[in-house]
């Protein structure tokens, strides 16, 4: 009966999930595993309470996009702002994308590309990642000349994989259509493709604010492009799509953003050192990577060793139904203690 009703394209698509358990230990949605500080969260409630709850809150939040636009060393003109990035990215399908028109992007990759592209009932170009997640370039930029939009997650989810700026400059002057950069994991990776917006008109950063910046309860991300363009894809959000506390909090944590780098660190020196340990367990091999987290194969595959953690109340993401990721887990990088807790458990298990 909603057959009649719902696009096939839709009806074709599983709905997005992300398996759960109970768990003492979250490490399967790259957040931040610290929380703001309860003087910065007092801050944000009381400012909360002092607002109207009666009133729109402002149609477009200037001030926000002002100090987004120094945090980034662009224009205010240059920003625009979603609930999250995957709301920045769903504008960009519905400003550029009409059915039957390209969309190049890596896989495995992030999942919500394909969903959008699917919607929109485009074609889908993709360049496949080799074996051991390298990228190939030579195909990428092949693919995305012939595309009118290009999305490329650098580093890539899930498999850290880190493409440099000099090839994403020859992607750039290499193709007529839009090439969106997806950075959530910037902080992580320090590789950033900014300095190429102002020569490069057919270039969108998209960025959040759930992962490093420890805001992934309140939504909120952000594009970056050429002024123009932000108008254009901006009409693609709907009015009063950012809420009074989500503007409230940002801004008050913009103010106290210090503390992020600080963390950021601790986070790439526990990365390395997870991956250095978990290595050295028979039967475990841990990918490298240039984010919060990283791929893992064990010998049991990926259900069982998901099975296994979520026993010990560890909650780690299966992405074997990836391509290319039969047998893989991503893993977050954790507090130190818990990723001490779960090397223990990688050793029990092994
Ligand atoms: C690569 C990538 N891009 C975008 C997003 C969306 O982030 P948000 O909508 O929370 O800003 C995620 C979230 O997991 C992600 O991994």
Known sequence: MIEKWIQADVLSQPPYQVKTTKFQIKLNQNESPWDWPADIKEIISRRILSCGWNRYPDLIPVELREKIGVLCNVSKDSVIIGKGSNEILQAI??????????????????AVYKMLAEQKGAQINVSNLSSSFTIDESD????????????????NSPTGTLLPVSVIEDILNNTSGLVVVDEAYVDFSGVTAVELLTSHQNLIIT????????LAGFRIGYGLMDKDL??????????FNIDMPSIIALE???DHHELVQNRVEQIIKERDRLIQELNKIDGILAQDSHSNFFLLKT???????FNILAEKGILIRDVSSYPGLESYSRITVGKQDENETLIRAFREML
Do not use: H, W
């Not at 009409?98 to 969309?103: A, G, W």
């Not at 108008?231 to 009015?239: G, M, Y």
């Not at 010998?299 to 060793?305: P, Q, V």
């Open 140 to 155: 990428l930029k092949k693919k995305a000349s012939k595309s009118k939009l290009t999305i490329i997650c650098n580093p």
């Open 93 to 110: 399908f519905t400003a550029v994308i009409r059915p039957k028109d390209s969309v190049c992007t890596l896989s495995p990759s992030f």
């Open 207 to 214: 960025r959040t604010f759930s992962k490093a910046f420890s």
């Open 230 to 239: 932000a108008t254009e894809i901006q009409k693609c959000l709907l009015p």
């Open 299 to 305: 010998k049991f595959g990926a259900e069982k060793t």
């Open 252 to 254: 008050t944590i913009l």
